[in-house]
């Protein structure tokens, strides 16, 4: 009788949880990009222009306090309903739903099969690398593996299906195919040398307190978690998300005299890694670099590294995954932009 008990309870946890997560998804992903992707299926035009050019701001120009709000308007206009699903849903997971329930999801015996599910776990929600984090931390000390944690939060902005079914009706198929096959190999192939490199426990002092699961869900217990993620998480993410907007002339240099060659391809690469921008937003960007004259090579690298990682995302998850796990991570993610450079000009376009 108490087993059947504390076997309702647990899942009454995780069926709020899931409530939560659709309402939210629903709300911040999936009906705005039902309604964009239609739009773009009859204009095949995508509308706006690259973030980085937001207030005027050209590759080149001096770092400016214009420069930094310029940018983070412009960035927390396009995702704070994503970052506010993803703090409600990662309070949800911490809260509701018992450990032993997300291990039995996303714990697998072999590196590889924890990947692949962390990368499906990934993608329903949609979300850039930031937005995703505090989902990441939140599955990291629950005990959640390596892999499977890292694949979910590469999975989410790179095997994103809004934006491939986005890039499939604005830019040609090879676009497309680059980002679908190394992004999937990023994800899957990526996630497992991480873990394989860096794999360890989850440090005691990191692991935060689950619910039992004969433990009631409580609303005083869900809002402490989300409290605590926002204090915790947020600020530092604005502080280096107006950094780079601030610095952005300098750091992203690609659209002046930076056009073509080895070099080029290796700059796009790293700054892409480094940078951050909303779902959807590097579309626009390689988009006016190629038509500027940019390498085919260069933009198979934004396409991969530009939505992969960010610093904001690194300095969120950081603490959490441990430096070697994030380095790697973030290392990954460009040799994966040096693969996207190599395989979008055999494709042509």
């Not at 999975?155 to 299906?161: A, E, T």
Request: with cysteine.
């Amino acid at each position: 009788m108490e087993q059947r008990a504390s076997r309702t309870v647990a899942t009454s946890g995780v069926l709020i949880a899931v409530a939560v997560a659709v309402a939210g998804l629903l709300w911040a992903k999936w009906w705005p990009y039902q309604a964009k992707a239609r739009g773009l299926a009859t204009t095949h035009t995508w509308a706006g222009s690259g973030i980085f050019g937001a207030g005027g701001v050209h590759p080149g120009d001096a770092p400016s306090w214009s420069a930094a709000t310029s940018f983070t308007s412009a960035y927390l206009q396009a995702i704070w309903k994503a970052l506010v699903a993803a703090l409600l849903i990662s309070a949800a997971l911490q809260t509701l739903v018992p450990r032993t329930w997300l291990l039995r999801v996303l714990n697998r015996r072999r590196p590889v099969s924890a990947a692949v599910a962390g990368g499906l776990a990934a993608t329903p929600s949609m979300m850039c690398a930031c937005c995703s984090a505090p989902v990441a931390v939140t599955l990291r000390r629950s005990g959640v593996p390596t892999a499977a944690v890292v694949a979910y939060w590469l999975g989410n902005p790179l095997l994103n299906p809004a934006v491939l079914v986005f890039l499939a009706f604005v830019a040609p198929w090879q676009w497309t195919l680059t980002r679908l096959v190394i992004g999937a190999a990023v994800v899957v192939g990526g996630s497992v040398l991480v873990a394989r490199l860096t794999d360890r426990r989850v440090p005691e002092e990191v692991a935060e307190p689950q619910p039992a699961a004969d433990e009631a869900p409580s609303v005083r217990r869900y809002l402490g978690a989300l409290l605590r993620l926002t204090v915790t998480l947020v600020p530092e993410y604005l502080v280096v998300v107006m950094l780079i907007g601030a610095f952005r002339g300098w750091l992203f240099p690609l659209g002046g005299g930076l056009r073509s060659g080895l070099l080029v391809v290796v700059v796009a690469a790293i700054v892409g890694t480094l940078m951050v921008i909303p779902t959807g937003g590097e579309i626009p960007i390689v988009q006016g670099l190629v038509l500027a004259g940019l390498s085919l090579g260069a933009a198979g690298a934004l396409l991969i590294t530009l939505p992969a990682v960010s610093l904001p995302g690194v300095a969120m998850v950081g603490r959490t995954f441990g430096w070697r796990v994030t380095a790697a991570t973030a290392a990954v993610v460009v040799a994966g932009g040096l693969a996207g450079a190599a395989l979008l000009p055999v494709l042509g376009v």
